[in-house]
Structures are given as structure tokens and as C-alpha cells.
């Protein structure tokens, strides 16, 4: 397949800078911003928009929106399109023989002596220097030369060298009066990441994690550090988010500034796939989430993380944690995984002991002789806690009723959960 590459630039890189991203992010994911404007690699656009011509047209009208005035080429090689942007009189130009043998020599990478020695000799642009052989110029000059000789014969093998190191934005904003409730900051807290997640958009990326810090009366400062599970720019989502985790951990002043840190992550896919499962979205289960750790607490709502001790409640819960959705399964586990379902509260039971054995468990919902049973285990793992030895545990297989766990705590007998 042909290549294509297309060369922009203007006057002052510096002010022009995020839009020229914006645009060759339209077009491509290989960028590389040089010292007067932008390259980037546009190869399979042809099957997309068209010839050169329209490829040309279309990042023109991308350049009219934004409102930056530039020059742009469109050539087979970098170094053909960036010296097509940098010497073509016309403001659009595609690469052709005519176009490129007329260009002048000062943007060659030519010391300047030899630059004049060529003036000398009538040689004023490119295809003048073509005209003489090879060899003439490669003993004249040296093999140093061939550098330049590569690139008029359009030969160059410069490759694109992505230097866009931003990775992310911010904004703040000072109050002129200190105010007492956050909420009172969401309609220009929604102003500022309008402003932050379109730059975010420009440079093609997305965002699950924000920084607010808030600059208190007191002088003192209040930081929040949030996450998603996922990443997108949507607003509403975002404002919810933080209005839940501010509302959870309050500053203990009034808010004299604040300021937003965005921070850069690749965007996620729009179609999950054709054969996907239907779920709700992740935007939902993250908002209510937050719902419910500011209803009952942090520390009440997280994803279980089993523990390797041997306790009444053997897991904790991680509240930063949240399913990704891409968790993966493994088709063939190397050792059977059975699950385990805690009675809250844990039901009393009778049990019927003979010559120290378990034989029969009765309770409310179920009755019947032990089949087979395990233990004792003492909830010790907690060796210095003197409560943990006081509990007594036993793994019970009733006859047509299931597998439980039977606990024996000061004398009295439950049935604290049930094998799954």
C-alpha cells in the first residue's frame, strides 16, 4: 500500500498548537510535532475519503473550523511533505513532479558555503540539482551528501517520532468570596471540565481519574483523588461523582479556589462486541456505589477479598475496588471452587451429639441426620484476641438438605452459613 503524509505548518506552533493536534488526530494516530507546525502519517485515507486531493480538501476544512491559518502538503514521504509545506508558494500543495523540482534549496539540509557554491553555478532549486549525476555530487561533496541526495530523489527514510508527552490537563478556578457548601461550586465546576475534557477530546484520549484539590478559608488544602473503573468524558457522570465523594468526606472549611487535574487514558471501545452480554452500564453501577457508601459508609461497601486466615468472617471489603467487567475465566480451574453463603444473622440449631460425634442437626428450615462432618477448627488465626478461641466450628453434611457450617459459641449451637 502507498504511502502518505501530510505536512502543516504555521507561523507560531506555539499558539496554534492544540488545534493543529486536534486536527491530525482526525486523520491519524502517528503524529510527530516539529519545530514550525505538525506530520503526520495519512496512508489508507485513499480508501476513505479519496486521492490526495480530497485528503487535502478535507484537512483543509478541518483547519477552517478551528481558524488557523497554515500551509499544507501531502506527499509519499515525510521529508517530500514537509519540504513541500516549508518552500510551495500555494497554500495546499500535492506532491508532484513539477511542484517538487521547483522548490529552492534553503530547505535542504545544505551548509550554507555549499549553498553558495551552487548559486554560483546557476543551481537554484531542486530539479536543477537532480540534473547532475549522482556520483559528481557524492565526490564533490562526500558521502555526508547522500543524506541530501536521498531526499530530493524522494528516497528519505525519516520515520514519524510520536513526541506528544502531555499526559494531563488542569484547570482552576479563585472565588472571589469563600462559599460553605460545595454543591454551590457545581455550575462552575461544570464550566471547568467542559474546558478539560475538550482538550482531553483534542489530544484523542479520555480520562478515568481526576484530582480535585480545594483551597480552604483556613488556608489549609482538601484533596480528593477519584476513579473509575472506566474512562469517559461524560460530564454529568463526572460532576455526580465527585459531588458523592465530597459529600462523604466534606471539607471542614469554607472553599476559597479549586483545582481540577485530568489525567490521560486511551478511550474506551463504543461496541463491546456483536455477542456481548447485555449489562447495565458502568456509569450506573459506579454512581450507585457512591450512593450507597455515603447512605451506610467506605467501609460497608467494596468488592470481597478473601483472606488466608482461618476467622468467623475470613474477607474484607475493598471499597476502591469495583468490577472492571473484563474479568477473565478460566474454563478449566486446576482445583474444584465452591462458594459459601453467611446467614445474617446465623440461625440457631439443635444438634444431637453421640460418643462426641455430630449425628443430627435440626433447625427452623431443616432437619436431619449428619452424613459426614469436619472438624473441630477453632477461629484462632487471631491468636492474641482471646475471643477468637471461644468460638468452635464444624463443616456438617445434613442428608438431603446441603452443606453447612455449625459454629458453638458460649454454649450455644448455629448454623452460620451453607456451602454453595
Known amino acids: 500500500m502507498p504511502k502518505l503524509f501530510v505536512c502543516i505548518t504555521v507561523d507560531d506552533v506555539s499558539a496554534a498548537r492544540h488545534f493543529l493536534l486536534a486536527v491530525a488526530r482526525e486523520f491519524s494516530f502517528a503524529i510527530e510535532v516539529i519545530e514550525d507546525g505538525i506530520i503526520f502519517d495519512a496512508s489508507g485515507l485513499e480508501r476513505l475519503i479519496g486521492g490526495p486531493e480530497r485528503v487535502a480538501r478535507r484537512v483543509q476544512d478541518s483547519l477552517d473550523k478551528l481558524g488557523v491559518a497554515g500551509h499544507i502538503a501531502l506527499a509519499d514521504t515525510a521529508d517530500a511533505a514537509m519540504l513541500l509545506a516549508r518552500g510551495g508558494r500555494d497554500k495546499v500543495m500535492v506532491n508532484s513532479p513539477r511542484n517538487f523540482t521547483s522548490l529552492s534549496l534553503d530547505g535542504l539540509d545544505i551548509e550554507r558555503d555549499t549553498l553558495n557554491v551552487l548559486g554560483d553555478l546557476g543551481i537554484a532549486n531542486i530539479g536543477e540539482l537532480l540534473a547532475i549525476p549522482r556520483d559528481e555530487l557524492s565526490q564533490r561533496y562526500g558521502r555526508d551528501f547522500d543524506r541530501v541526495i536521498k531526499r530530493i530523489e524522494q528516497r528519505g527514510e525519516r520515520l514519524l517520532t510520536p513526541n506528544i508527552r502531555e499526559s494531563r490537563v488542569s484547570w482552576s478556578f479563585d472565588l472571589d468570596q469563600p462559599v460553605e457548601d460545595f454543591e454551590q461550586l457545581i455550575f462552575i465546576l461544570n464550566h471547568g471540565l467542559e474546558r478539560l475534557f475538550a482538550r482531553v477530546a483534542n489530544y484523542g484520549k479520555s480520562s478515568d481519574h481526576i484530582d480535585i484539590s480545594l483551597r480552604l478559608e483556613n488556608g489549609k488544602w482538601h484533596r480528593y483523588e477519584i476513579k473509575a473503573s472506566f474512562p469517559t468524558l461524560e460530564r454529568r457522570f463526572w460532576l455526580k461523582l465527585i459531588d458523592l465523594r465530597v459529600s462523604i468526606e466534606p471539607p471542614e472549611a469554607a472553599i476559597a479556589s479549586v483545582e481540577v487535574v485530568t489525567h490521560f487514558t486511551r478511550p474506551r471501545s463504543d461496541q463491546r462486541g456483536l455477542y456481548a452480554v447485555s449489562r ?14 455515603k447512605l451506610v459508609g467506605t467501609h460497608d461497601v467494596g468488592v470481597p477479598v478473601l483472606l488466608n486466615q482461618r476467622l468467623a468472617l475470613p474477607f474484607r471489603l475493598d471499597a476502591d475496588a469495583l468490577p472492571v ?34 449425628v443430627h442437626v435440626r433447625t427452623r428450615e431443616f432437619s436431619g441426620p449428619v452424613i459426614e462432618h469436619g472438624g473441630v477448627w477453632r477461629a484462632a488465626s487471631k491468636w492474641w484476641e482471646a475471643d477468637g478461641w471461644r468460638t468452635q466450628e464444624w463443616d456438617v453434611e445434613v442428608e438431603n438438605a446441603g452443606v453447612y457450617r455449625l459454629s458453638l459459641v458460649n454454649g450455644e449451637w448455629f448454623v452460620v452459613g451453607e456451602y454453595d
Request: hydrophobic content about 30%; cysteine-free; glycine content about 4%.
Open 280 to 293: 447495565p452500564e458502568p456509569e450506573s453501577l459506579l454512581l450507585t456505589a457512591g450512593k450507597l457508601k
Open 325 to 358: 467487567g473484563k474479568e477473565k475465566r478460566e474454563r478449566h480451574s486446576p482445583r474444584p471452587v465452591i462458594a459459601f453463603h453467611y446467614f445474617r444473622p446465623a440461625r440457631r440449631a439443635e444438634v444431637e451429639l453421640r460418643d462426641r460425634k455430630i
